[in-house]
């Protein structure tokens, strides 16, 4: 009796494979603690190199509450949710490589990172505050977050720019500069804890994006599209994880009429019934210890009598895998995001694969600042953020896709694929893998057959 229960408990394992385990999410205090002492590693150990890198020797930050600038958003504690008033923030570098001197002209102690250097009961005026910081550290350059090129680094409202200068005395005005590249460069560069956490949150954003795409949510004939989103913006806030956009599922079908392949990106797709012999795409992000992931994957729905994928459409997706490859291998440090892009494309070209790049930096921000590498809508140059350089120990999602014509559906499949991963200096690396084979809905085990 014991073994035939032991057969029938085997053969449930087997054909109900279990998915992978749910990655842990600490409780929230302990990435609270975490977020912060990311946050004091990164002003001790990546503020001082940046800050001699650009030349700028002092960088203030200034913002309203609820009118954050992107980059004060990276500087708060993770127990402040805003700007609390008008926040202002100071760091200062005495000397090139030397130590970063951090400062709140605020009400309040800003996290452990910036204590407070205003007395409002000996100042009542803010910026005469700041004013009287600034004329005893007499900085040559002074940076704020005006920008051209990255909405990232233009965060000074025009209402506080016009009151620092005011405030400012006639003799420093010509030494404000845009902190455009400082501000690219903190946004971009990832610390040594923070790439030793990212596959972890990549493996969470995987896993749930596996889940979604299984029998587990899909039922064919009756789930649509739009109940697999849903389920997702669902699964994310059951996990204490949050998200920076919507996510969306669409089909490609062997239907003639059926355009998937055509699909302009500036609309969201239609709502649709999921089917056998439908191939499903996810684009999907989360957000976890303020870091962000943007992944597409590709999954299909088993017709009956199928036990795995359609070769064909296997022998499709690896084109996108080619593309993938392709565009690392231009990776090169110093490279701009234009010059690899047309590198790329080259490299497309004489081998023959249609396709589109449009891969962007990862991190703080999903659409973050770095190098800008193709648009969907433009595959030349992107003037300003297409032309900032490759720097090691920055984070990119690897987003692009091939089209390929499957001659057993008669028309052309859009393999679209999006992977996190970084760029050391030297190579690139996927932050937990990258997809290899199509998704299969339901999942099968080798063992199944006719």
Do not use: C
């Amino acid at each position: 009796m014991k073994r035939l229960l032991l057969a029938l408990l085997v053969s449930i394992i087997l054909v109900f494979p279990a998915l992978s385990q749910q990655p842990a999410v600490l409780p929230l205090k302990a990435q609270a603690e975490l977020i912060d002492s990311w946050l004091d590693y990164r002003i001790e150990n990546v503020l001082p190199d940046l800050m001699t890198e650009i030349g700028i020797d002092m960088w203030i930050v200034i913002s309203r509450e609820y009118n954050e600038d992107p980059v004060i958003r990276t500087l708060l504690p993770a127990t402040w949710m805003a700007a609390r008033r008008r926040t202002i923030l100071v760091m200062y570098q005495p000397e090139k490589g030397g130590k970063v001197e951090t400062f709140a002209i605020a009400r309040y102690d800003v996290g452990k990172a910036f204590k407070r250097a205003w007395d409002p009961e000996s100042q009542p005026d803010q910026w005469e505050a700041l004013m009287d910081l600034i004329k005893e550290k007499n900085p040559k350059k002074i940076g704020l977050n005006m920008a051209k090129d990255y909405g990232h680094a233009d965060g000074l409202t025009k209402t506080e720019y016009d009151f620092f200068m005011e405030y400012l005395p006639d003799t420093m005005h010509e030494n404000v500069v845009s902190a455009q590249t400082l501000a690219v460069r903190w946004l971009e560069t990832r610390t040594e804890p923070e790439m030793a956490s990212y596959r972890h949150v990549q493996q969470l954003a995987n896993y749930i994006i596996q889940e979604g795409l299984s029998e587990r949510v899909i039922t064919p004939g009756k789930t649509t599209t739009e109940d697999v989103v849903w389920w997702y913006r669902e699964k994310i806030k059951e996990m204490k994880l949050d998200t920076w956009f919507h996510p969306s599922v669409d089909i490609q079908r062997a239907d003639p009429d059926s355009d998937g392949a055509s699909r302009s990106f500036s609309s969201r797709p239609s709502e649709m019934t999921i089917m056998p012999g439908d191939l499903l795409h996810i684009d999907f992000g989360i957000t976890y210890l303020r870091l962000n992931t943007d992944t597409q994957q590709l999954a299909y729905v088993l017709k009956p009598g199928e036990f795995e994928v359609p070769e064909f459409l296997n022998k499709a997706f690896e084109a996108g895998n080619r593309v993938q490859e392709i565009l690392t291998e231009n990776y090169v440090a110093g490279r701009t995001g234009n010059e690899i892009l047309r590198a790329t494309r080259n490299q497309m070209d004489r081998e023959g694969i249609r396709g589109s790049i449009y891969t962007h930096p990862l991190g703080f921000y999903g659409h973050s600042a770095g190098p800008t590498i193709g648009m969907w809508d433009n595959q030349g140059d992107t003037p300003g953020a297409g032309d900032h350089p490759l720097y090691a120990n920055t984070g990119y999602a690897i987003e692009l896709n091939a089209v390929v014509f499957v001659k057993e559906w008669n028309k052309d499949v859009r393999i679209m694929l999006e992977e996190g991963a970084l760029f050391d200096g030297e190579k690139v690396t996927y932050y937990n893998g990258r997809q290899r084979k199509i998704l299969a809905i339901p999942r099968q085990t080798n063992y199944l057959n006719n």
